[in-house]
């Protein structure tokens, strides 16, 4: 199989180029993506990427796998591959550090800025904060983000403005604290959202939604947001 | 909270809902236009200009003139805070957008009044 990988070492090369690889892959296995990689790691060991936990948890592999962002660890080569060429490029819309690493800064600051952490001024309780079931039925479908940023760097509004829009992790993030029972700053974090970026410049495309590795949905979270509100102001 | 001074209402919220009533305004007088020339196939001149001379068309017109000036001066706003980044070049856009919207209202209320 023929893999392209980008590659880019800002102390030696001058521009980022695609090297190609040849690669025999062991017949009636359908490996993953990470595999090929640590495979390809005995022909070059100066391939560069993240990975830890190699099986979806831990969200450091994110890539760009022919065209579309996912884990590289829980990608099979057999849905990534297009006639039978790997292409392997860093999640788009971040600066690279080198090969498939990426600066995840811009997008830490994002999910910093909608402050993920549960708010409650009243005096903790002996033993913990109950919630109903029904509560906490409420979080499914958000908590479950390992901040893979395979959403946000998938999303135009976010390589656009990606000092300004908080992108789709962030605002999936931001809704799992507003719907929080147990959070008591609902408020003042709505008046953190309601400005033409933050929120607003989500157009609906769902390019988050469809490279999700979790099957997510931020693009509903954010119309949650939008629809808190909206009725808090009318 | 990322401020900003150019936005037509300075609340994402607020721009937010006037692109979508505006939308639903647009759509509407679409549907009422393209129906009446469904409906009246031999339109002869006088038909037309009756039909804008009733108050209600004028009072559709306008309303629909002044969501065409706001939803393209939102849809313009967030394209130049997209796509220009030198804070000049975006700031002359988005003036020239306000004008020529401007213009469009200003000039359309004469058409509509003037006939």
């Known amino acids: 199989m023929l893999v392209s990988i980008y590659r880019y070492n800002p102390e030696v090369d001058d521009a980022p180029y695609m090297k190609d690889y040849q690669i025999d892959l062991p017949a009636g296995k359908d490996l ?40 590289a660890c829980i990608t099979p080569v057999s849905a ?23 600066d995840m ?31 906490r039925e409420k979080l499914d479908g958000l908590y479950e983000c390992i901040l893979c940023a395979c959403c946000s760097t998938a999303c135009p509004s ?57 099957g997510l949905n931020p693009t509903k979270a954010i119309g949650n947001i939008r629809t808190m509100l909206l009725q808090r102001a009318t | 909270m990322v401020t900003q001074i150019t936005s037509f209402g300075r609340s994402g919220l607020y721009d937010w ?51 065409i000036g706001v939803h393209s001066w939102i849809g313009l706003w967030s394209v130049s805070t997209d796509y220009i980044k030198a804070t000049g070049v975006r700031f002359f856009f988005q003036s020239v957008c306000g004008l020529v919207m401007f213009v469009y209202v200003a000039w359309g209320i004469q058409v509509l009044w003037g006939l």
């Open chain 1, 32 to 71: 993953m993506v990470l595999d090929v990689l640590q495979l390809l790691k005995e022909q070059d060991s100066s391939i560069s990427y993240r990975r830890s936990c190699r099986e979806g948890v831990c969200g450091s592999d994110g890539m760009n796998m022919n065209g579309k962002n996912g884990l």
């Open chain 1, 80 to 102: 990534a591959a297009k006639d039978d060429k790997l292409i392997l490029r860093p999640l788009p819309g971040l600066p690279v550090v080198r090969d498939l690493v990426v």
């Open chain 1, 105 to 135: 800064g811009q997008f830490y600051k994002q999910y910093e800025k909608i402050r993920p952490y549960l708010i409650n001024e009243s005096p903790a309780p002996a033993i913990e904060r109950l919630q109903s079931p029904e509560e």
């Open chain 1, 158 to 214: 976010f390589w656009w403005n990606p000092d300004k829009f908080v992108g789709p992790s962030g605002l999936l993030q931001a809704y799992r604290f507003l719907i929080d029972s147990r959070d008591t700053a609902t408020q003042e974090r709505l008046s953190d959202l309601d400005d033409p970026f933050s929120v607003f410049r989500c157009h609906g495309i769902m390019n988050c939604v469809n490279v999700c590795p979790k």
């Open chain 2, 17 to 67: 809902m006037m692109q979508r009533i505006s939308a639903l305004v647009l759509s509407l007088y679409t549907l009422f236009i393209l129906g009446y020339l469904v409906f009246n196939p031999d339109l002869t001149y006088d038909q037309w200009s009756g039909l804008f001379e009733t108050t209600w068309v004028r009072i559709f017109s306008l309303l629909t003139l002044l969501s």
